[in-house]
């Protein structure tokens, strides 16, 4: 958003030297956190994987993921390879972040109200059921080959969302809202299955001992310990117990995100007369004329501020905004690197990609995944027990269940829970990365072009709903400045005023301008011939 006169440069405040780097940490700061390039560079991680393992650098590539890291404490030495350590911990994180967002629609999300949620979630069944089924057709009567069916079950929640972000708001909301709830929803479900079905023999000594230091967490929760550092600590410890139960550690990061706090420690309503109060004691304290040192009483204040300012922002928020960045633009692309390393030298290309695996997860995420997403959604839509979101039709429903198909991340972390053999691996692998793009591509396709028949009937979204979001989000002033925005502008100033007005209390909303064009153009015939058309 430009620098406007209500919302000036936020730079400004900084010396003069420090302003460059300001905005070029902001520009970092946009980047980190925009979907879309998340997607771009895991994408980019999986081609430079294929391109390494199709060349004659593959065999000193896997050697060094093959290399072992030795850690030795006390009595205890550990050894990991640098690809353990990716699938294992690093994908823990990531789980922890998962673990958060589906914490997150649990409590505050799309997932509270269970009529608004029942779409996405039964779509989701949906979308796990059918590739099943699919998968079966061409394994179930293969014993090494039949318990890979969770490989085809499982969507890519970045790759999904961000190949979304590509349409901008070409899209309405609502389809957004169903795919990013449709994949929480699925996620659940994947660490269901990775849980119960594709861990070893379990200890049942450590899982006790998971199980009581899970206890612990929720006791730190009850007892309303909101700093970070002890819920990161006592989490380790929870990992290396489920690590050594049996049961794929990555579970940990899960349980671990379901025990962090989601409110704030602070009133929120009495902080903001608190603060005002500190911001008037700040400036009353100020003397221009001193320099910064000297300068006790407004430090102080301006400390005290500080201090409890930070802790206005729930622990599982701060954790989530502060896991983001390293999770879509490290784990998530050395996974990638690690795990997309597919040969094809000296290897027998028409049999991977003729055998029952690759079929069966091929087939599985490119047909299975909209097959089940659309059938459940329009069964649970026609027995009425939920409707379709606002301004969505089937087309967008469709495109959306094709995205679903894009599995890359979760589907090949589950093939190599699924498969023991390499050459089971790399065909699930071929099934998954085939699958993934085509699907990408094709919902991509079909959302597009419905986008624009949708402009050629003057019809285009703009994000956002000025009663039910803006009064969420920005409060009843903001929702009523936008109120006087849309009574006080016309037709062609609408949009932008509308958006500027938005963008600026922080409400995110959607409407369809072409039914307020509408509405504006009928007011006007109305006062030239006093009757409305």
Known sequence: MEPTAKNPDPHHIFIDEVQGHQ???????????????????????????LVIANSPFFEPFEEFWHTHVVVGVGGFIGEMSLAHIINDIFMAVFFLLVGLEIKYEMTVGELTNIRQAALPIIAACGGVLAPIVIYSIFNATNPETSHGWGVPTATDIAFALGIMALLGNRVPNGVRVFLSTLAVADDIIAILVIAIFYGQSPSLMWLAIAAAILVVLVLMNRAHVYALTPYMLVGCLLWFAVFM???????????????????????????????????REARAAYVETEPVTLQKDYMFTVTRLSSVARQVVPPATRLEHMLYPWVYFAVLPLFALTNADVSFLGGDVLAMV???????????????????????????????????????????MLGAGILGGVGFTMAIFVANLAFPEAVLIADAKIGILSASLLAGVIGFLFLFMQAKAAERQGISYVSASLDEVVRQTAGEEAADMADDVVLGCGDEDLVDDVREVLEA?????????????????????????????
Request: glycine residues 8%; hydrophobic residues 50%.
């Open 23 to 49: 905005r070029r940490w902001l520009k970092v700061i946009q980047f980190t956190s925009s979907s879309t390039k998340a997607a771009a560079i895991m994408l980019a991680a999986a081609i430079v994987a």
């Open 245 to 279: 139960s049996g049961v794929h550690s990555t579970i940990a990061g899960v349980l671990l995100a379901f025990t962090i706090p989601t409110g704030s420690r602070v009133d929120l309503q009495k902080f903001m007369t608190w603060s005002g109060d500190r911001v």
């Open 354 to 396: 003729s055998s029952p695996v690759f079929f069966g997860v091929f087939f599985g995420l490119l047909l299975g995944k909209p097959i089940g997403i659309l059938l459940f959604s329009f069964l649970t839509v026609n027995l009425k027990i939920a409707n379709l979101p606002d301004h969505v039709n089937w087309i967008h």
């Open 505 to 533: 209390e922080g409400g995110v909303a959607e409407f369809v301008v072409h039914e307020i064009r509408d509405e504006a153009e009928a007011e006007e015939a109305e006062d030239v011939t006093g009757t409305r058309p």
